[in-house]
């Protein structure tokens, strides 16, 4: 296999020295690492991760490269090390050819397998030979929009409403074996209010080794289930816990469109001073955040919000909210040389029981001993004449 060159930056031993109750007091910064040969001006990328193997795996893969090779750059979290997988799938560059994405619509890794999802096509490779093991033809037959592994089987889901004027597509889930694609189970989870999912980025799905969460959007109401699609737990936020929804009148506003441009334009006149779930995050078996955006602007043309992270803890069987909203402020706002830190302009977030990782296009301008003035100073130079390096900034977190 090739292996690349990676560039560490490790912190020293300090704690987090950051204002009561905000993100930074949950942090430590570990790492930086620069993806030195990464593609560059690439308009999207996908990853997964896997806690038992610790494994994140990451593809650049772009229908303009015109090739049937695929790459996953596969960076193991616990020791720090990155090499390239490389697969090969006939005419995959021709079946995602016009998808608008122009890349997969999604990617899964175990142990043993890579998924992938395009707009036509579910592929599953084996990671020990290589090879392509199986083609899923009827991807239209159920329209799946996510892909993961689930204990020993696959798990796939959409939760999109396309919204044709004459019908909704139901959110689905959909549990099939390994590898011969028989389909076990599926359901239709509620998800009120479909047309917030016209709204990106998301995380409204997160599964684990065995679990599922499924997060509504508007109303706080969080769905746990098993790898057989059972629900164990439902959780809703106490009536003691401020929470601000668009109103009954406000959300018949929005059902009356028919169009997505008009959905979301006038989702947006509520986004000002209402909160919504954008995601929800596995931590361990019991631990699981929460992110919230409330909005504060005064208008669509000037929508602002803040960003807020609530931590939910299984004791005694039952779930409990540890902490609410502990604030995520913007990076204009934080103090790098007093060890804090922002996630506010990343939507590509792994967790781990031990640490956070983001994944993002910057510039190489280290996050170390360095004020936030200079940080900003330094990427702005850095970009005059340079493309955004990829990179993964790994945190300790201590959300446990």
Partial sequence: MKYLTLFFVFSCALFVNAQENTLSDYLLFENQILFTNAPVNIDKFVYANNNISNEIIISFYHVNNQTDSI???????????????????????????????KTFTGIAVSDMFIGVLTSEYVYLLSRKDKNLIYKLKDKHKYDFTNIDFIGKNIFLSRNYNFHDKTQKNKTRFYLFTIPDFSLLTEISPSFDYILYSHISPNHWISVNNNKILFSNTVNYKIIIYNNNFEILDTILLSKENEWNSPTIDDISKIQEKKEAISII?????????????????????????????????????????????????????????????????????????????????????????????????????LLKNISTEEYIKQSNDYFYDNNPIFQIIKYKHSFE
Avoid: A, M, Q
């Fill in 71 to 101: 790459f996953f750059y596969v960076y193991n979290t616990e020791i720090d090390s990155l090499y390239i997988e490389s697969y090969y799938i006939k005419n995959i560059n021709k079946s995602i050819k016009n998808d608008y994405s």
């Fill in 265 to 365: 334009y006038e989702i947006g006149k509520y986004e000002n001073d209402k909160e919504r779930i954008v995601g929800v995050y596995w931590i361990s078996d019991s631990v699981f955040l929460v992110k919230v955006n409330r909005g504060h602007g005064e208008s669509i043309e000037n929508l602002s919000y803040d960003t807020y992270f609530d931590i939910w803890k299984l004791k005694e069987n039952n779930w409990n909210l540890e902490k609410f909203h502990i604030k995520d402020k913007k990076l204009s706002d934080v103090l790098l040389e007093k060890n804090e830190f922002s996630f506010f302009n990343c939507s590509n977030i792994i967790f781990t029981n031990k640490n956070v990782f983001l994944l993002t296009f910057r510039s190489p301008t």
